[in-house]
């Protein structure tokens, strides 16, 4: 995605990690066990608990385990992971992780269960397990200009972004605030209420920023904010008037970059995951947040599930 919303197609050499590169960097389970202890432990260098101080380890043969050189006790580098108690093979659950990582839309378990050649319920599982780890958790947007916009999920029609009818109970609000250029922060929550979003722009804005909204009511109090010290929080509010059917103001008043991101998961939704119950729609969420983070990452938003995956829950 670029910042106007239009999908890049081109991926600089630099970022191009192809199915091929990971065969290669990962041929067998040996070898990404031997990634995840690298991870964790650069070279075997982790602590025992028997001798009681840090210890090199070594592989022992035919068991997914270390050993210290010195007494002998073992440690697993699955332990703690989304991968311990798993008896799915390593090299599936990496292969499941470059599939996730790699496609720009999204992927389903359907799609995993039809690569890897696991069955359904496996699949699900491992897809479950893999997009706990895309939360980008209380991300600090960076920068001065910010764009926030709210939107419902679910009920009779899925997305939609006036407020829910009387009586609709099933639509589920979503709040993103984007960063011109920069990154996302999406949040299901429970209303979108004038004290919601100034919480989650106290969260997530630094104080200064210019925030351009839509008309909505809630947002009229943003000039008055305080920042976590009570101090004037000196944000600067711009509305576009989209009743009155206005998209762009002055040439910098406009909300493109979260209709972008709207636009996006929609896509998602709409193609890939075809709905969501609403357990899961953080979940969903985060992981669209997390690949429209690394949108100029190319393939190598794999490398960054893999190295949250390394480390325990
Ligand atoms: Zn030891």
Known sequence: MSDNGKVKQHIPKELRYSVRNFHAEFPNDDACLESLKESRWPNGMAMCAKCGVERKHHRV????????????????????????????????WFYAMYLMGSTRCGISAKQIQRETGVTYKTAWRMFRQIRRLLSDGDLQLEGSTVEVDETYYGGVRKWQHGRPGRGDKKKSPVVALVQRGGKVVARAVPDVSGKRLRRLINKHVTPGSTIYTDEYFAYRRIPEMRDKHGKDAHYKHFTVKHSANEYVRDGHIHTNSVEGFWSLIKRGIGGVY????????????????????????????????????????
């Open 61 to 92: 043969g035919n068991r997914p385990a270390y050993a210290c050189d010195y007494c002998g006790s073992m440690i697993s580098p699955m332990a703690g992971t989304i991968f311990e108690h798993s008896s799915t093979p390593l090299k599936l």
């Open 274 to 313: 075809h709905s969501v119950s609403q357990k899961y729609l953080q979940t969903y969420l985060d992981e669209y947040s997390f690949r429209y983070n690394r949108r100029h990452d190319g393939n190598l938003q794999f490398k960054a599930i893999l190295k949250r995956a390394s480390q325990p829950l």
